[in-house]
């Protein structure tokens, strides 16, 4: 068979670092070394992979700039050895521009450059403001072989006046395959639309695709590899696994109906299960990156932390992770008792500290300061704030992150306590609603995902699946004394924060308006602690932070008028009376 009639292609689904410009480079090596055992034409790596994606405003520095061209030099020259060619992501300056681009590098030399023609700039991105726009070029020639190399965004945009058809015009210039870096993020249900993104393509092209993204977390984003390759007759021809590295080789060949392959196809992740693995391997990723030893979580006995427990477990194996527990007055024997028990169940160094003394020596310190007003809420959050001086005292002793614990209910209405139990460097469940939390926990104790480190089985007991949350600040306390049951909150904040609906539109499907004009007053109100919490996995359409900014100086109000001028001690009052643990 000709060299012409077969094209092998090594995909690495790889995970970068950003910054790690030497080590990401070293990486791309190692792939090469193994598309060339495969007989590869060609290594295709993700979006920008030499810098590491997203590289934010670090991009713009000079030093970092040449730091890239300088690497990607070196590794040009190093394909003289006439092994595979490379095509790699990288920033790339040229005429004063600075633009996201992929190099071909073949045959001892930068072979040539393409540059991203659509820049997306909604929800987590912002590459307009970074990257300068590149034209829509034609196809790059790889052994013979004519390659359309569209970056990302240049496949997703649909028809506008800002947009650039890339895929038209690498069509219209004679490419015969499609091969598509990428740096897609992972949201929940995101698999379907990035296969009815690349079908439509082909659809319109004619053209077999190729679509190779990264894999790992950066922050609070994680990408999920999962990446695909799809014949021109829109029949599967090859699925890498998801959350998990992958360098896989695929054999093309061509006939008189164009190129085709039948490659591997790996299970998919869907649902549930793939936002609990995008939370282990988000945790995982962030302690790993950033150089942590391990990491530190107070264990309530709650569902909120045995969730947080099982990721951390999963994530980076039971002998770097650390349990506290930290009872006062008000904490049931039922909850120190399975705080214990999930503590033996994944095997974890646990510790009881009470925290009693250190409460009465704050009450006592601030007697006299105090003296004439009734005991409140500020009690309350002093118990929190106890807590939260203790974890970190122990993070900061022995180089443990402290994992915070709060989930997007609690963080939407504002129920959690500044610098107590908001306290920690990283949150996994950040984005995940409460009632998701308790769904995930019981999915964990009838499966793990592949590579967690964590033991199997029902490691989450029922007791704790089964109580009804509380914070245990005051006697008796439970979330709903303040809150509406999670169900019906979560339900209303879905619709306020992940699709916008307005209060008359939530009204029609059926909720309370009162309910909802409250919930909406409450997610607006605590903004301020949002600004403030630590970073955490994105799993949801529009998480808090990098997709939805509101400001927290903000009087609109969704009851057709702005907020009244604040008399503000009655603001701070009707702040705290809005949940039992709202910092006023």
Same mark, same amino acid.
């Given at each position: 068979?000709?060299?012409?009639?077969?094209?092998?292609?090594t995909?690495?689904?790889?995970?970068?670092?950003?910054?790690?410009i030497?080590?990401?480079?070293?990486?791309a090596?190692?792939?090469?070394?193994k598309? @060339?055992?495969? =007989? &590869?034409?060609? #290594?295709v790596? %993700?979006e920008?992979?030499l810098?590491?994606?997203?590289?934010? +405003? $670090?991009?713009?520095k000079?030093?970092?700039q040449?730091?890239?061209?300088?690497e990607?030099?070196?590794?040009?020259?190093?394909?003289?050895?006439?092994?595979?060619?490379?095509?790699?992501?990288?920033?790339w300056?040229?005429?004063?521009?600075?633009?996201n681009?992929?190099?071909?590098?073949?045959?001892?030399?930068?072979?040539?450059?393409r540059?991203?023609?659509?820049?997306?700039?909604?929800?987590?991105?912002?590459?307009?403001?970074?990257?300068?726009?590149?034209?829509?070029?034609?196809?790059?020639t790889?052994?013979?072989?004519?390659?359309?190399?569209p970056?990302?965004?240049?496949?997703?945009?649909?028809?506008?006046?800002?947009?650039?058809?890339?895929?038209?015009?690498? @069509?219209?210039? =004679? &490419?015969?395959? #499609?091969?598509? %870096?990428?740096?897609?993020?992972?949201?929940?249900?995101?698999? +379907? $639309?990035?296969?009815?993104?690349?079908?439509?393509?082909?659809?319109?092209?004619?053209?077999p695709?190729?679509?190779?993204?990264?894999?790992?977390?950066?922050?609070?984003?994680?990408?999920?590899?999962?990446?695909?390759?799809?014949?021109?007759?829109?029949?599967?021809?090859?699925?890498?696994?998801?959350?998990?590295?992958?360098?896989?080789?695929?054999?093309?060949?061509?006939?008189?109906?164009?190129?085709?392959?039948k490659?591997?196809?790996?299970?998919?992740?869907?649902?549930?299960?793939?936002?609990?693995?995008?939370?282990?391997?988000?945790?995982?990723?962030?302690?790993?990156?950033?150089?942590?030893?391990?990491?530190?979580?107070?264990?309530?006995?709650?569902?909120?932390? @045995?969730?947080?427990? &099982?990721?951390?477990?999963?994530?980076?194996?039971?002998?770097?992770?650390?349990?506290?527990?930290?009872?006062?007055?008000?904490?049931?024997?039922?909850?120190?008792?399975?705080?214990?028990?999930?503590?033996r169940?994944?095997?974890?160094?646990?510790?009881?500290?009470?925290?009693?003394?250190?409460?009465?020596?704050?009450?006592?310190?601030?007697?006299?300061?105090?003296?004439?007003?009734?005991?409140?809420?500020?009690?309350?959050?002093?118990?929190?704030?106890?807590?939260?001086?203790l974890?970190?005292?122990?993070?900061?002793?022995?180089?443990?992150?402290?994992?915070?614990?709060?989930?997007?209910?609690?963080?939407?209405?504002?129920y959690?306590?500044?610098?107590?139990?908001?306290?920690?460097?990283?949150?996994?469940?950040?984005?995940?609603?409460?009632?998701?939390?308790?769904r995930?926990?019981?999915?964990?104790?009838?499966?793990k995902p592949?590579?967690?480190?964590?033991?199997?089985?029902?490691?989450?007991?029922?007791?704790?699946?089964a109580?009804?949350?509380?914070?245990?600040?005051?006697?008796?306390q439970?979330?709903?004394?303040?809150?509406?049951p999670?169900?019906?909150l979560?339900?209303?904040?879905?619709?306020?924060?992940?699709?916008?609906?307005?209060?008359?539109?939530?009204?029609?499907?059926?909720?309370?308006?009162?309910?909802v004009?409250?919930i909406?007053?409450?997610?607006?109100?605590?903004?301020?602690?949002r600004?403030?919490a630590?970073?955490?996995?994105?799993?949801?359409?529009?998480?808090?932070g990098?997709?939805?900014?509101?400001?927290?100086t903000?009087?609109?109000?969704?009851n057709?008028?702005?907020?009244?001028?604040?008399?503000?001690?009655?603001?701070?009052?009707?702040?705290?009376?809005?949940?039992?643990?709202?910092?006023?």
């Amino acid at each position: 068979m000709a060299q012409s009639e077969r094209f092998v292609v090594t995909l690495a689904q790889i995970n970068p670092t950003v910054g790690d410009i030497s080590g990401n480079a070293a990486k791309a090596w190692a792939a090469r070394a193994k598309a @060339a055992a495969d =007989g &590869a034409s060609l #290594l295709v790596l %993700p979006e920008l992979f030499l810098c590491g994606y997203p590289p934010e +405003d $670090i991009v713009l520095k000079p030093a970092f700039q040449a730091r890239c061209r300088a690497e990607i030099e070196t590794l040009a020259r190093a394909t003289a050895d006439g092994g595979p060619a490379v095509l790699i992501g990288t920033p790339w300056v040229d005429e004063g521009k600075l633009y996201n681009a992929v190099a071909l590098l073949d045959g001892g030399r930068v072979a040539g450059l393409r540059f991203k023609a659509n820049l997306p700039n909604y929800g987590v991105f912002d590459e307009k403001r970074i990257f300068a726009r590149g034209p829509a070029a034609g196809p790059l020639t790889v052994r013979g072989v004519r390659i359309g190399v569209p970056i990302c965004e240049d496949t997703w945009m649909e028809e506008s006046a800002e947009y650039e058809n890339v895929v038209e015009c690498l @069509a219209e210039t =004679g &490419a015969e395959i #499609l091969i598509v %870096p990428n740096g897609s993020p992972y949201a929940r249900n995101k698999n +379907d $639309i990035r296969l009815s993104m690349a079908v439509a393509r082909i659809t319109e092209s004619g053209l077999p695709f190729i679509y190779l993204n990264q894999v790992g977390g950066q922050d609070e984003l994680v990408f999920d590899g999962a990446s695909f390759a799809i014949n021109a007759d829109r029949s599967l021809a090859a699925q890498l696994p998801c959350f998990q590295e992958s360098i896989t080789t695929l054999t093309w060949l061509r006939d008189e109906n164009g190129w085709t392959c039948k490659g591997p196809v790996s299970p998919m992740l869907e649902g549930d299960r793939a936002d609990y693995a995008a939370c282990v391997l988000g945790l995982r990723d962030y302690v790993g990156k950033n150089g942590f030893p391990g990491v530190l979580l107070g264990i309530s006995g709650g569902i909120d932390s @045995a969730l947080c427990l &099982a990721i951390a477990v999963d994530a980076i194996g039971v002998e770097r992770v650390r349990g506290v527990m930290l009872p006062y007055r008000f904490t049931a024997k039922e909850s120190i008792e399975d705080a214990a028990r999930i503590a033996r169940a994944f095997g974890i160094r646990y510790e009881v500290l009470p925290i009693a003394a250190a409460v009465t020596g704050f009450e006592g310190i601030l007697k006299d300061t105090f003296k004439g007003k009734p005991r409140d809420v500020t009690e309350e959050n002093l118990q929190a704030r106890t807590r939260g001086v203790l974890l970190m005292a122990i993070s900061n002793k022995f180089g443990d992150m402290l994992v915070t614990t709060g989930n997007k209910s609690e963080m939407s209405v504002g129920y959690a306590t500044l610098y107590g139990d908001m306290n920690g460097g990283f949150n996994p469940i950040k984005d995940i609603y409460k009632t998701e939390v308790f769904r995930l926990s019981s999915l964990r104790n009838s499966w793990k995902p592949e590579g967690a480190l964590g033991p199997s089985g029902k490691v989450i007991p029922v007791s704790i699946i089964a109580r009804p949350p509380t914070a245990e600040l005051r006697e008796n306390q439970t979330d709903q004394d303040s809150l509406p049951p999670y169900d019906i909150l979560d339900g209303i904040l879905e619709r306020l924060v992940e699709h916008d609906m307005s209060v008359a539109e939530i009204v029609e499907e059926g909720f309370d308006r009162d309910t909802v004009m409250r919930i909406d007053r409450l997610l607006n109100l605590a903004e301020y602690k949002r600004r403030q919490a630590a970073p955490g996995v994105k799993v949801t359409r529009r998480s808090f932070g990098r997709d939805r900014r509101y400001p927290i100086t903000n009087r609109f109000r969704d009851n057709g008028e702005s907020e009244p001028s604040p008399d503000h001690s009655l603001v701070t009052r009707a702040q705290r009376d809005s949940t039992g643990v709202f910092d006023g």
